[in-house]
């Protein structure tokens, strides 16, 4: 089965700029969607296939996919930012996600 | 506005069953991927069940041949019929719908999300 790994942290100050990955073999032949979560809330979706953004999310957001690794760059980093996210692609007839990354906002 | 409400977790005891619901407004069920997500306690999301246009139903492995996806037209619902209820099944469900753009739908990215309700499995 297909398996997406993503670090389990990361950390970033304050207006700066956080990057999460998201490895798979061949990952950049998928299409990569990618979840916000806050403690006690459901998931947001903030990046789908790949690029794209839905209405409601800050331009701060951003992905990129390509080879054997995903990309979600949240630029300018705000404190609201803090949440676990996780990227998810299907195969296979199902819906697989990564273990998720926490994170923090310094 | 779409809104998706699940309902009907609770406390089961190991071996038992438990059917969960999924009221969708806002846009119609059958014209959707639908699926079912889970979250154990301080864990990460799984995928568990997905039921397309047409009834065809796909499972994680997880619960395959224990849990049943339907859905209800005239209700504008989905459920999951959980059996043999294991303790690792503990978790908040979460229903969610899939992609449509320009005439064609497709089971991801979960572009809404309901509120999730907890099930728990213990004696």
């Known amino acids: 089965s297909y398996e997406l790994t993503q670090p389990l942290s990361v950390s970033v100050a304050l207006g700066q700029t956080a990057r999460i990955t998201c490895g798979g073999n061949?990952?950049?032949?998928?299409?990569v969607h990618w979840y916000q979560q806050k403690p006690g809330q459901a998931p947001v979706l903030v990046i789908y296939?790949?690029?794209d953004r839905p209405s409601g999310i800050p331009e701060r957001f951003s992905g990129s996919n390509s080879g054997n690794t995903a990309t979600l760059t949240i630029s300018r980093a705000q404190a609201g930012d803090e949440a676990d996210y996780y990227c998810q692609v299907w195969d296979s007839s199902t819906a697989v996600f990564g273990g998720g990354t926490k994170l923090t906002v310094l | 506005e779409v809104q998706l409400v699940e309902s009907g977790g609770g406390l089961v005891q190991p071996g038992g069953s438990l059917r969960l619901s999924c009221a969708a407004s806002g846009f119609i069920v059958s014209s959707y991927y639908m699926s079912w997500v889970r979250q154990a306690p301080g864990k990460g999301l799984e995928w568990v069940s997905v039921?397309?246009?047409?009834?065809?139903?796909y499972y994680a492995d997880s619960v395959k041949g224990r849990f049943t996806i339907s859905r209800d037209n005239s209700k504008n619902t989905m459920y999951v019929q959980m059996n043999s209820l294991r303790s690792e099944d503990t978790a908040v469900y979460y229903c969610?719908?899939?992609?449509?753009?320009?005439?064609?739908?497709?089971?991801?990215?979960?572009?809404?999300w309901g509120q999730g309700t907890l099930v728990t499995v213990s004696s």
């Open positions: 039921i397309y246009s047409g009834d065809i139903t």
């Open positions: 061949n990952i950049g032949s998928k299409n």
């Open positions: 969610a719908r899939g992609y449509c753009s320009g005439g064609n739908c497709y089971p991801t990215p979960f572009e809404s």
């Open positions: 296939r790949d690029t």
